[in-house]
T-cell receptor
Framework: GAGVSQSPRYKVAKRGQDVALRCDPI?????LFWYQQALGQGPEFLTY????????KSGLPSDRFFAERPEGSVSTLKIQRTQQEDSAVYLC????????????FGQGTRLTVV | AQKITQTQPGMFVQEKEAVTLDCTYD???????LFWYKQPSSGEMIFLIY??????QNATEGRYSLNFQKARKSANLVISASQLGDSAMYFC????????????FGAGTTVTVRA
């Protein structure tokens, strides 16, 4: 596609519910990243994939967070047993290699846990 | 560990004037990259400009220029000839040379351009 596509754009989840956030990167982009952006803050790194390999998941806040990219293109960020503190915008980005100047971000998924 | 500091939570600028957004950083890495992103109300992060720590010249991209002062660890963004469409949140970010995928962002500066 023309850009990074994320779905859904908005998600309201009841506390304790599992959610899955999808990211369609730009075709051919090797690298894919997930960031979490709390209200009024800058994004914070969650995890990084190179093709299907998850090379860095050091930013995932707890073992309730899980990300995958099984075929090296579409990625899913899953949050189990959501908590109110998980409420944030989840941004996905992709690039041909590392971040550099080629990283393109999607519009994000705004998750609200009630 | 890296840290990015943006001390200006919000700024107003008159249309057609220039505005400077401050950014200071702290890192022990000898090699690193500095970035500025724009985030309009629609939510996506739009890449504006990049400066490598070993680049001799300040980066420029159209109306955007990065005032890189390595000794002072500052990477201020200058937007010239502001337009109404420049109203947005602006983030300064840094990546270490060893893991260039891992951006650390500042808290951002909201810019409002007045007609």
């Amino acid at each position: 596609g023309a850009g990074v596509s994320q779905s859904p754009r908005y998600k309201v989840a009841k506390r304790g519910q599992d959610v899955a956030l999808r990211c369609d990167p730009i075709s051919g982009h090797v690298s894919l990243f997930w960031y979490q952006q709390a209200l009024g803050q800058g994004p914070e790194f969650l995890t990084y994939f190179q093709n299907e390999a998850q090379l860095d998941k050091s930013g995932l806040p707890s073992d309730r967070f899980f990300a995958e990219r099984p075929e090296g293109s579409v990625s899913t960020l899953k949050i189990q047993r959501t908590q109110q503190e998980d409420s944030a915008v989840y941004l996905c980005a992709s690039s041909r290699r590392g971040v550099g100047s080629e990283a393109f971000f999607g519009q994000g998924t705004r998750l609200t846990v009630v | 560990a890296q840290k990015i500091t943006q001390t200006q939570p919000g700024m107003f600028v008159q249309e057609k004037e220039a505005v400077t957004l401050d950014c200071t950083y702290d890192t022990s890495d000898p090699s690193y990259g500095l970035f500025w992103y724009k985030q309009p109300s629609s939510g996506e992060m739009i890449f504006l400009i990049y400066q490598g720590s070993y680049d001799q010249q300040n980066a420029t991209e159209g109306r955007y220029s990065l005032n890189f002062q390595k000794a002072r660890k500052s990477a201020n963004l200058v937007i010239s000839a502001s337009q109404l469409g420049d109203s947005a949140m602006y983030f300064c970010a840094m990546s270490p040379g060893s893991n260039d995928y891992k951006l650390s962002f500042g808290a951002g500066t909201t810019v409002t351009v007045r007609a």
